[in-house]
Structure formats: C-alpha cells, structure tokens
C-alpha cells in the first residue's frame, strides 16, 4: 500500500497545515461497528491521512439512541492507543437547530452560547482529548437552502430570528479558541452571506476568524461554483468538500435503471447506504434526476478509461477550490480505492469541459 504523502495545504489564514484528503466518520457507529472503526482509522494514518472530521450528531442517519456514538468510538480510539492522538488533526461540530431531533437539546430551535461551551466541552470528553484543532457549526443557526432545500426561506428565517446571533456565535467560539480547547474555527452548510458576516464581524471585533466552510461538492453538486468560491478565495478560507461521491451514487454501484431497491443489484449496492435507509432515498441524493445525473457521469467515466469513483474524487482532489476532500467509507476496500484515486491523472481539459457539458445540461440535481 502506497502512502499519500502530498505537500499539505495550509487551513484559511491560520497555522494550520491539513492534508488534501480528510477521513470522514459518520458512518462510525451505524454503519461500521467499533472494532472496523478503529482498523480504518488506523489503515487511514498507516496511508498518510491524518485529517479526521465527526460531530457531535453522528452517526448518520441520526437517532436519539446513537447520538455522539461516532466521538466515542473515536476517544476510545486515541485511548487505546497512547500517543496516536497527537498524530491527528481532529476537527468536530457542534448542531444547529435541531428540528425534528428532541434528543439534541430538547429539539432547540437555537444554540445560546453557554450551550455551545457545553457541546464543545461535552466533545472534548467523548474525544479523550485537551483540544479540538477545528471546531465547526454544523449548520447555520438562521435559514439558508441548504440539505435540498432550493430557496432561502423567509418564514423560516423570522422564525429562527431570535436565535444567537453570529456576533454572539463569534464570541463564543473566540473564547474557546483563548481558553487553549479549540485551535481554529469553521463553518458547514454555509452560504455566500454567512461566510462574508463571520468573516466581517471578527475582523471588526478582533474575534477568531473562521477558517473553513465544509459544503457538499461533488460532480452533481457544485452549487459552491455559484459564488461561494469566489468568497473563499477572497477572504482566504478553505472548502472542506463534503459527499464527493454524491452519497456512494457516482461510485456507480447503484448504476441500474431500475432504482435503488432494485432486488438484482451487486451485493455492495444493497449494502450501500441509499438502499439501506429508506429517508435518504426520499432525499437530495436519492432524486431520480440525480440518478440519471450520476449515470451520465458514471457512463463518461468509463468512457475515458476511469472507474465512476476515480473520475468522481479526481474531480475533486484536483479542484483548485478544494482545501481537503472528505470521503465516507464502510470498509478497509473502500478506503483504500478512495485513498488510491488520488493517483488518477490529470483530468484532461477536453474531460473537464464535457463534464461541464452535463452539468450545462442537468445543473446540480443534488442540490
């Protein structure tokens, strides 16, 4: 097994270096038992990759019974194996308003600032750790068209009007940051507004600037193209891309006209996530018009010689845009095909531009 060793790309504006490529973990828990966890948490460090990303409200498909099971597994990771922690780069985030989900909160509509102290607090301790080197809001504690929703709302924003505003969000997270248990700051889910008011109001306060904004970027999702990426790079903060292989559907395991139940499929596909949980089939990632996106894309990258995978993480990988790519995996082959389409080539510029050509054709079905 080869080890990805790639030059580190620096994290916003701040001291910290993260590698290209980040292991995510919501999986851990659900999906994966704690015994896998921890081999693919170690395989990943054995290949080079140090960066990890988790929540508190993980593991995914959330429940009252799992929540902050993924911490867990991941503290009790770095305490049965003395002195890997400080080989990690660990970053974790704190929920939004949790609609639907009484268990995080009582179902708050908001997050007050002392609430923030005490998930940050809470995650310190089911991490096993003194500090937290990226410490995120999950999503925004106002609306925006975010997890498939396609338009700001202003109902639901007058109803989330009273919520902790970013200055107070801001203040927050600058105290953790000087009280030594958080290291830098970040966003998720996040649009072009918010990412300009956290980036105004700390440098009009002298508070802690937010780093990076981790937002789905994928093949059938590029809507950070719209905008956010010209925010980011003016103000000098990193994309954390989040679901590149568009929740396992360009892998191209679930490449069947037939859907994704479809009782014929491979043995990997029924296993997937999108056939197991019946919630996200009725979601962003399980739209027909995202499955016929997918295999457009799927179809293309055979056409030029790559698997579905390889031409869904190069897209990413070699994206200027992207500071560090996350990627969610079950099993030890699949992180390892995901670690090994780092070395796809180069994509060409007549690849790039008929994949823009879909994309002219069907915009961001994933949205």
């Known amino acids: 097994m080869s080890i990805i060793n ?185 649009s072009p507004y918010g990412v300009m008011e956290f980036v105004r109001l700390a440098e009009q306060h002298g508070l802690a600037r937010i780093v990076s904004v981790q937002n789905p970027y994928c093949l059938t999702n590029r809507i950070v193209d719209n905008g956010l990426d010209e925010v980011m790079y003016r103000s000098e903060v990193s994309l954390l891309a989040y679901s590149p292989l568009g929740f396992g559907v360009l892998t191209g395991k679930y490449d069947t006209l037939n859907g994704l139940t479809d009782p014929s499929a491979s043995s990997e596909a029924r296993a997937g996530r999108m056939a197991l949980y019946e919630r996200f089939q009725q979601q962003r990632w399980g739209r027909p018009e995202h499955l016929v996106a997918a295999r457009r894309y799927n179809a293309l990258a055979k056409a030029h010689g790559l698997t579905p995978t390889q031409l869904a993480l190069a897209f990413c990988y070699q994206n200027w845009r992207v500071a560090s790519t996350i990627i969610g995996v079950t099993s030890l082959a699949q992180l390892d095909e995901c670690l090994d389409a780092w070395n796809t080539p180069v994509l060409s510029k007549e690849l790039l531009a008929e994949i823009d050509k879909i994309r002219w054709e069907m915009r961001d079905p994933a949205l």
Not at 95 to 108: E, I, K, L, T
Not at 120 to 139: F, G, K, N
Request: charged share 20%; hydrophobic share 35%; with cysteine.
């Open 6 to 190: 790639p030059t580190k790309r620096r994290l916003g504006q701040s001291d910290l270096h993260i590698h290209p490529i980040c292991l995510g973990t919501m999986t851990f828990g659900e999906q994966v038992n704690e015994k896998d966890s921890h081999a693919i948490l170690a395989r990943s460090l054995e290949r080079g990759v140090d960066f990890m990303d988790t929540a508190e409200m993980y593991p995914v498909p959330p429940t009252g019974e799992k929540y902050t099971v993924t911490e867990t597994i991941i503290g009790n990771y770095f305490k049965a194996n003395p002195g890997v922690r400080q080989k990690w780069i660990v970053a974790t985030k704190v929920a939004g308003p949790a609609r639907g989900m009484d268990w995080v909160r009582g179902g708050s509509l908001n997050v007050t600032p002392a609430q923030m102290t005490q998930a940050c607090e809470d995650s310190l301790r089911r991490l096993q750790t003194d500090v937290i080197d990226l410490y995120q809001i999950h999503w925004p504690l106002r609306h925006v068209p975010a997890f498939g929703a396609p338009y700001f709302n202003r109902a639901i924003d007058k109803e989330l009007s009273s919520n902790t505003s970013i200055h107070e969000q801001l203040n927050a997270l600058s105290a953790l940051v000087k009280a030594g248990k958080v290291r830098t700051i970040g966003l998720s889910n996040e």
